[in-house]
């Protein structure tokens, strides 16, 4: 039985979500809750909750033990970018991307 969770739309490159999926995908949920809240990384902090929304979902909506639930997949994709601009010197201006990503989790036994 598998469970999903997805957060689209997070102000966080892509690239920077996968470094943090990478370290989860395939652990026990508690393993990976455990990494998730000591890591410094911002995107860490956006990953346990998408993660402990994923184990909220298969206890309520699946009736899963979740001590034996396990990060199944879990991967980033590039979302919308939003384009800003700066002023410059001379009167010009300078581009300024604000990436964002969608996250999506599956945990199972």
């Known amino acids: 039985m598998e469970t999903r969770a997805i957060l689209r739309g997070v102000r966080l490159s ?6 943090i999926a990478d370290q989860i995908r395939g652990l026990p949920v508690d393993k ?11 995107g860490a ?4 909750k998408v ?20 990060v199944k997949s879990v991967y980033v994709e590039k979302g919308m970018v939003l384009k800003r601009f700066t ?7 300078n581009r300024i991307v604000k990436p ?10």
């Open 14 to 19: 892509d690239q920077k979500g996968r470094l």
């Open 32 to 42: 990976a809750l455990n990494i998730l809240t000591f890591s410094p990384k911002k």
């Open 45 to 48: 902090g956006i990953m346990k």
């Open 51 to 70: 993660l402990e929304s994923a184990i909220a979902n298969a206890e309520h909506n699946d009736g899963a033990d979740i001590d034996e639930l396990k």
């Open 87 to 93: 002023a410059r010197a001379k009167g010009r201006g």
């Open 100 to 109: 964002t990503c969608h996250i999506f989790l599956t945990v199972g036994n």
